[in-house]
């Protein structure tokens, strides 16, 4: 996930990114073929990891790697819209933002990931609650996206052609400035941490 992320953030024209991502979205080998050469190796080698995943899986087990391959197709979206904001320097809403960016946190793809490799409580209706976006892991990314924001968004102000964070977002769709920008996603984190606590203390975790 981090060198998909380097990619579409440091490496790739928009261009580049854009063949990428229908690329991913293909997921066949011969789509490789539409890609720059130099992203050929990391193409392949991530249907092969998929793959490796999938023959390692027992045959009832296999229906989990397409939950996979559809949350890295995702992931790849996500990345590939910032590249596009970045590009024409395009701040979004913060609720549009935010619909791009939890996503580009990697939790959700991460998540799934890890529930390929679990036993038997990675049960279908598991994969299926987890592709729902549930509260629970909505609030890790929110938590995840914010603090990442708030702390780095001077910094990031430096770059050329970056990504819009959510302080700006929020900073040019209430007319107010980086100082208040910051208090009301602090706020918001305090919030995702509260429903994240209840969900966790939820007895059984219903999936």
Same mark, same amino acid.
């Given at each position: ?17 854009? @063949? @990428? ?5 293909? !997921? ?56 596009? !904001? ?11 933002? @935010? ?29 299926? !609650? ?62 995702? !941490?509260?429903? @994240? ?11």
């Amino acid at each position: 996930m981090s060198i998909m992320d380097d990619i579409y953030d440091n490496y790739s024209t928009l261009e580049e990114s854009r @063949l @990428l991502t229908e690329a991913i979205e293909r !997921w066949e080998p011969r789509a490789a073929d539409r890609v720059p050469e130099y992203l050929k190796d990391f193409y392949l080698k991530l249907l092969k990891t998929c793959k490796d995943f999938e023959d390692e899986l027992e045959p009832d087990k296999k229906y989990r790697i397409p939950y996979l391959r559809e949350q890295i197709k995702g992931l790849s979206r996500s990345y590939f819209q910032e590249a596009k !904001w970045g590009a024409e320097g395009y701040v979004p809403s913060l609720e549009e933002h @935010l619909r791009v960016s939890l996503r580009s946190t990697g939790y959700p793809a991460v998540a799934c990931a890890s529930f390929v490799g679990l036993g038997e409580d990675a049960t279908k209706e598991a994969f299926e !609650w987890l592709s729902s976006f549930p509260q629970i892991l909505k609030s890790c990314t929110i938590i995840s996206r914010l603090m990442d924001d708030i702390t780095s968004h001077e910094l990031e102000q430096q770059r050329d052609h970056h990504v819009a964070s959510t302080v700006e977002s929020y900073m040019k769709e209430y007319g107010a400035s980086s100082e208040v920008a910051r208090e009301k996603l602090e706020t918001m984190v305090e919030r995702a !941490w509260k429903d @994240l606590n209840e969900d966790c203390l939820r007895r059984p975790i219903q999936v």
